[in-house]
């Protein structure tokens, strides 16, 4: 099983939630995050004042898939989130040891 998160535009989640449903992707967690990469924040003005506005809104989608799904995820997830502009986001893919459902107590794939 792999984790696949990916920070993304929060006008973008919508477009990316339907991509991952069409996936095939049973359930996802949202987060709301604020950060910033290459593009360093910006600067807005405010009554004629000057202000760096470090850390961007940005929104952390997870999902844990089964191996054989992670391409069509990983794919899923850029298409509906690219839109050719700096800080589209980044998709991180690592290795889950384990899932345990708590309620029942199953493990491995039938938790997920």
């Known amino acids: 099983m792999?984790?696949?998160?990916?920070?993304?535009?929060?006008?973008k989640l919508d477009e990316v939630k339907e991509a991952l449903q069409?996936?095939?992707?049973?359930?996802?967690?949202?987060?709301?995050?604020?950060?910033?990469?290459?593009?360093?924040?910006?600067s807005e003005l405010y009554r004629g004042a000057e202000y760096v506005i470090d850390f961007l809104p940005k929104i952390k989608?997870?999902?844990?898939?089964p191996d054989d799904m992670v391409s069509s995820v990983v794919e899923a997830i850029q298409a509906a989130a690219r839109t050719?502009?700096?800080?589209?986001?980044?998709i991180f893919v690592s290795d889950v040891l384990d899932v345990i459902r708590i309620r029942t107590g199953e493990t491995g794939a039938q938790a997920v």
């Open 61 to 65: 989608i997870e999902v844990v898939v």
């Open 84 to 90: 050719g502009k700096i800080g589209d986001g980044k």
């Open 22 to 42: 069409d996936a095939g992707v049973q359930g996802m967690t949202v987060l709301e995050a604020k950060g910033y990469g290459r593009q360093k924040g910006h």
């Open 2 to 11: 792999k984790k696949i998160e990916a920070v993304i535009k929060p006008f």
